[in-house]
């Protein structure tokens, strides 16, 4: 069965720093694997996702992540954060059997320190 | 385009009551998902339904929980009787293929 683990509830990292937000999966079947963000009050939008392809995926806000099959992880990057990054963050993965539910990781709430 | 629409997006009411949520989906996507998202549990897959038809429900928390798909544009759940533990952040999404859209959400407090 598909599982998704966020690691850390909480991240914090200073304005300008690397933003490094963990998720491994683990999936029967080649997965498809996104990233969506949530502001608050706000609902969930999509932020990346790999299907097929390159490995590495470039999404919106200068967010990037990299599927690692032989570490079976979807890590989310960007170079350097800005305040406007503080969210919550939820990786997912495609349940498989073409029944196009996502599981669900628990969500990495990022705190960005001015 | 539109996106995925949600009503209301607050509710407050006594316990007791029921309570409706309403959703229209992006027009043209055959699946559309009900989650409900708190603080304890995070985001929480209550059913899912595919050409109108419910596929999943399993993550109903109980009876007192419905939801309905009469046609292709609109999706109710309903929670009759109320009960305080149900506040929560009810979300709607809906998706051709695996992207999923989210709507806004309703935040529903019973008092």
């Known amino acids: 069965a598909q599982s998704v683990t966020q690691l850390g509830s909480h991240v914090s990292v200073s304005e300008g720093a690397l933003v490094l937000l963990r998720c491994n999966y683990s999936?029967?079947?080649?997965?498809?694997l996104f990233w969506y963000v949530q502001y608050p009050n706000q609902g969930l939008q999509l932020l990346l996702k790999?299907?097929?392809?390159a490995t590495l995926v470039k999404g919106i806000n200068g967010f990037e992540a990299e599927f690692k099959k032989s570490e079976t992880s979807f890590h989310l990057t960007k170079p350097s954060a800005h305040m406007s990054d503080a969210a919550e963050y939820f990786c997912?993965?495609?349940?498989?059997?073409?029944?196009?539910?996502?599981?669900w990781g628990a969500g990495t709430k990022l705190i960005i320190k001015p | 385009d539109a996106g995925v629409i949600q009503s209301p997006r607050h509710e407050v009411t006594e316990m007791g009551q029921e309570v409706t949520l309403r959703c229209k989906p992006i027009?043209?996507?055959?699946?559309l998902f009900w989650y409900r998202q708190t603080m304890m549990r995070g985001l929480e897959l209550l059913i899912y339904f595919n050409n109108n038809v419910p596929i999943d429900d399993s993550g109903m928390p109980e009876d007192r929980f419905s939801a309905k798909m009469p046609n292709a544009s609109f999706s109710t759940l309903k929670i009759q009787p109320s009960e305080p533990r149900d506040s929560a952040v009810y979300f709607c999404?809906?998706?051709?293929?695996?992207?999923?859209?989210f709507g806004d959400g309703t935040r529903l407090s019973i008092l």
């Open positions: 790999y299907t097929t392809g």
């Open positions: 999404a809906s998706s051709l293929g695996t992207l999923q859209h």
């Open positions: 027009s043209g996507h055959d699946y």
């Open positions: 997912a993965v495609s349940a498989g059997n073409s029944n196009y539910q996502l599981i």
């Open positions: 999936s029967s079947v080649p997965p498809y």
